[in-house]
């Protein structure tokens, strides 16, 4: 089960905005963490590990730089919900093993608002309301439950 | 099957592929840069513990996002990516001399290959023929590892041009009015074929300016038929060979799009979204601080020869910079000795070093708080290139060329030749 509160974000939420291109020169992930989503004030004040983004349409377009993913995932975030995901950066998450789950209906959740996924509903807790989470595929799945592409690829090898 | 699904059948085994289904592939090219190689290497090293790359011909470092090293941090990466090199016994490694893109083009790329790259924009080899797509860093370094990596088929969308081209306006006025159709979003995941007279009408450098921004929609691939003029193009570069593949008879599209460009005016994609494009008219007279002719997708020969058309003899406005950037070393020299960049430094542009320059905000160019840039980069995003309270306009190098005269968003059918 993941719960946090929500961060909320719009529709093209672009890699740059996640992580600024000049930064992609520092030596490691956790250098750049700090710099996640810089101009975001909601994003700088209340994000906490654990918290929940919640976008629009086609989270994480632009550039391939797993950098984006990689450093919501090292700031702790719990998921990131979104109406649907960019090619490249849905792949790079996928093999992070960062949780993201694609919901029709993110418009309806508020900023800061209570969120538990479990299973294949999201609820938020502060509306009340339940949704259901588009399962991905088998494939797909299998990464993300192993931690990612490495530990998936590690697994696989072991039962070679 | 269509021509993606022939050409990645023929990358797993030559047995039949359909759009949906997910194939493990061998690559004929891994390729990163040093906006993401330096993450490559230490997933590579730290966690795969992988000690050979598949195959040191096939895996291509380039630094151009942030070369020649614009900070500490950057020249400690290059260092990074140069040690990696020799330690692999890497043969191409390229420094300050393009934008990995454009070197893949005029080095690498042939007919029917399939590419991975860790950049966006590696969909430009499509232009080619071949089959290119952006990945993230662990993507690449399990590719270094095992040179193939898992993909799904992608849908195929074909777009058909015909038309004749007018004066002043060109494939990226295309390729910016088809995103505005198409959305940020409307190709995710799919694989885009431009095809039709208006296509075979274009030179090289216009169909990689299509297929560079093909990822702009969401496209995994561009892809556009390799006929005379490609096959032209690679025996000049002294690079015949490849694999021609075409559409059986019974291939599949999901869906037909049409465009006659005839009637097609310069486009602007305005902030902070590829996708939000109008034509030039509606735009006419926005005042601009910095304009840029270069990047991936328009820093090619024909870009600074359309832009010198206009430019020479002429003085720039002068509240204005104008940076002009070519693509890559050989393209520099090329423009060098035909006297195009003589004509843009007499009419007062600034001329940078090979490199993803101003597109990228790694080195120069940087705009400040207010400001305005007019570009012929492929991305306007808030930020991109400095303050995000600035603004980042895309257009043509016509467009760009046209503007830096007036210091205004100008549409290049006025200006008087």
């Known amino acids: 089960m993941i719960q946090g509160k929500a961060i909320k974000f719009g529709h093209n939420i672009d890699t740059d905005q996640i992580i600024g291109a000049r930064h992609l020169s520092l030596p490691a992930i956790a ?11 909601n994003f700088t004040t209340h994000f906490a590990p654990g918290d929940i983004l919640v976008a629009g349409e086609n989270f994480g377009c632009g550039s391939s730089r797993e950098q984006a993913p990689a ?18 950066f849905f792949r790079n998450a996928v093999n992070l093993g960062l949780p993201l789950i694609i919901c029709s209906q993110t418009d309806e959740i508020g900023e800061l608002d209570c969120l538990e996924i479990d299973g294949g509903c999201l609820h938020d807790m502060t509306t009340g309301r339940r949704y259901t989470i588009e399962p991905l595929p088998p494939f797909i799945a299998g990464i993300v439950d192993s931690g990612g592409i490495i530990p998936h690829l590690r697994g696989k090898k072991a039962q070679a | 099957m269509n ?68 900070s500490v941090a950057a020249a400690n990466s290059h260092n990074r990516m140069r040690q990696f090199a020799a330690e692999q016994g890497l043969r191409h490694v390229y420094d300050g001399q393009g934008v990995c893109h454009q070197l893949m083009m005029e080095r690498h790329v042939r007919p029917g290959q399939l590419i991975i790259g860790a950049d966006s924009h590696t969909c430009t080899y499509g232009a080619l023929g071949a089959l290119a797509t952006g990945m993230g860093s662990t993507d690449v370094a399990v590719a270094w590892k095992e040179g193939r990596i898992w993909m799904k088929v992608p849908e ?54 299509l297929a560079n921004m093909a990822i702009e929609a969401g496209a995994k691939f561009a892809y556009i038929h390799p006929d005379a003029t490609a096959l032209a193009y690679l025996r000049a570069a002294g690079r015949p060979g490849g694999h021609v593949f075409a559409d059986d008879e019974d291939a599949c599209y999901e869906r037909s799009m049409e465009y006659d460009i005839s009637g097609l005016a310069p486009q602007i994609a305005s902030p902070h979204s590829v996708d939000n494009v109008g034509d030039i008219t509606d735009f006419e007279g926005i005042a601009v601080n910095e304009l ?18 206009i430019l020479a003899g002429r003085k720039i406005a002068g509240s204005v910079r104008l940076l002009v950037t070519p693509a890559s070393r050989d393209i520099y020299l090329r423009a060098m000795a035909s006297g195009i960049i003589g004509a843009l430094i007499e009419s007062g542009a600034m001329i940078g070093w090979p490199g993803c320059s101003a597109c990228f905000g790694g080195t120069g160019g940087i705009i400040g708080r207010g400001e305005r840039l007019l570009t012929t980069a492929n991305r306007n995003f808030r930020g991109r290139v400095g303050s995000p309270e600035g603004e980042i306009y895309l257009a043509s190098p016509a467009v760009v060329a046209a503007s830096a005269l007036t210091g205004r968003i100008s549409d290049p059918r006025r200006i008087e030749s």
Request: charged share 20%.
């Open chain 1, 31 to 41: 250098d750049m963490a700090p710099l996640a989503f810089e101009h975001h004030g």
């Open chain 1, 71 to 88: 450093v919501l995932k090292q700031r702790g975030a719990g998921a990131i919900v979104a109406c649907s995901f960019a090619r490249i």
């Open chain 2, 3 to 70: 021509v993606i699904e022939k050409i990645l059948s023929a990358h797993c085994g030559g047995a039949a592929v359909r759009s949906g289904q997910i194939v493990t592939v061998d690559l004929d090219y891994v390729m990163a840069n040093d906006a993401t190689a330096c993450l490559a290497v230490d997933i590579f090293n730290r966690d795969l513990q992988a000690d050979r790359v598949f195959d040191p011909d096939k895996v291509i470092l380039v630094m151009d996002h942030f070369t020649p090293s614009s």
């Open chain 2, 156 to 209: 195929a969308v074909r777009i058909a041009v015909t038309g004749q081209w007018p004066a002043h306006v060109g494939a990226k006025d295309l390729i910016l009015r088809i995103i505005g159709d198409l959305t940020a979003q409307g190709a995710t995941y799919k694989a885009l074929c431009f095809t039709g007279p208006a296509i075979a009408a274009l030179g090289m450098a216009e169909r990689m300016t």
């Open chain 2, 292 to 309: 840029f002719l270069g990047a991936c997708t328009n820093g090619r020969y024909e870009d600074l020869e359309v832009a010198a058309g």
